[in-house]
Structure formats: structure tokens, C-alpha cells
């Protein structure tokens, strides 16, 4: 592997995972042709995908004849976890008209260094929550409540079966990207023996 603190080894193409509190790089060579850098800059917007105000910019600078996107350690310590929808923006300089040449999206992940630090995905922490519910509610099979004016519905066993089933494919999905990334079967493959 090489060092990734060089910017001559900056991946050629934006992360897609960001780990709260890590140094990124990254070099787009690509867009020098069609936008030069003497007379263009570029820069990535990015927005949180729960809506919101969150927003991060990052804006690239001339580095070894090439667009070079860097975000210290202390920039990121500050990142809230979450999927990002992000756009690649270039600008001319001389007018200040901008153009979206491409659109993507990342997901910031909490770093395991920090206290409290949950690894979950959106999906696990639901599937768990929905299964401890399903556990208890054969002790307490009430769906409405009313106090003091005030009612709560919970939801229904099938309505929580079918949200359960939701969350149990994307934890499966997810998983299953995790074991193709890192070089290991998916673990979808069916092998059939005939005789």
C-alpha cells in the first residue's frame, strides 16, 4: 500500500467512506483537459441525505498539474455520520458561471477510537430495536393506549414483521458489499452438486 499522505498517491476519484477524524485526499487529472486549472477551479458540495443544513464544501487546489481535494483530520473530527449526496462543481473563472459535471454520494462513519462510538448501520440499530420489540410483545399486546387525553398507537405485530423483513435485507445487502470489498465471497452464491 502506498502512502496515502502523498498526494502523489491521492486516489484518482472521491471517497466512498469517510471515517470521522481521518485525513482524505483524492486528485481528479480527469477534468484538467476540458477545464483548466489556469482559468477554472472545482469544488465538491455536499449535503446530508436527512435533510437538514449540514453541508460540507471542499475545494480543490492546483497540485502537481492536477485538481487535488484534501480535508485535514481536524476538518473531519467535526463530521456528523451519515450518507452525503454530494455534486462536483466547476467554475470558470473569468465569468463566475458554475456547471454540475457529476453527482455522487459517500457515507461518513463514526471513528471506533472515539467513547460511545456505535458501528451500527441505520438498519441494524432498527433491526434490533424492531426484534427486542417483537420479543416483548407477547408480554404486553396492547396497541393503543389514552392518558389524560392524550393516545399512542403502537404499531401492529404484522406491521413490525414487515418492517423487520425491510431492515433484515439491508443489514444482509450491506453485509454482503462488506464481505465483496474486502475480497471475500459474497456469500451469495448457490453451489450444486448433481450425481
Request: glycine share 6%; aromatic share 8%.
Amino acid at each position: 500500500m502506498a502512502n496515502l499522505f502523498d498526494p502523489a498517491n491521492a486516489p484518482p476519484h472521491s471517497p466512498l467512506e469517510i471515517v470521522v477524524g481521518d485525513f482524505i485526499q483524492w486528485k481528479r487529472s480527469d477534468l484538467v483537459a476540458d477545464y483548466p486549472l489556469a482559468t477554472h477551479s472545482a469544488e465538491y458540495v455536499s449535503r446530508i441525505s436527512k435533510g437538514g443544513s449540514i453541508e460540507i464544501r471542499i475545494a480543490a487546489v492546483e497540485s502537481g498539474g492536477t485538481y487535488l481535494f484534501a480535508v485535514e483530520s481536524t476538518v473531519t473530527a467535526n463530521y456528523e455520520a451519515g450518507v452525503y449526496h454530494w455534486q462536483l462543481e466547476v467554475t470558470e473563472t473569468a465569468t463566475g458561471n458554475r456547471i454540475v459535471v457529476e453527482r455522487g454520494e459517500f457515507e461518513v462513519i463514526v471513528d471506533l477510537d472515539q467513547n460511545h462510538a456505535d458501528p451500527r448501520t441505520h438498519s441494524e440499530i432498527m433491526l434490533d430495536k424492531i426484534e427486542t420489540i417483537l420479543e416483548g410483545k407477547a408480554d404486553s399486546d396492547v396497541s393503543n393506549y389514552s392518558i389524560a387525553g392524550r393516545s399512542l398507537t403502537k404499531m401492529t405485530f404484522d406491521e413490525l414483521l414487515v418492517a423487520r423483513d425491510q431492515y433484515r435485507r439491508e443489514v444482509i445487502l450491506m453485509r454482503q458489499k462488506l464481505r465483496v470489498k474486502s475480497g471475500k465471497p459474497s456469500g451469495t452464491t448457490v453451489k450444486v452438486r448433481f450425481n
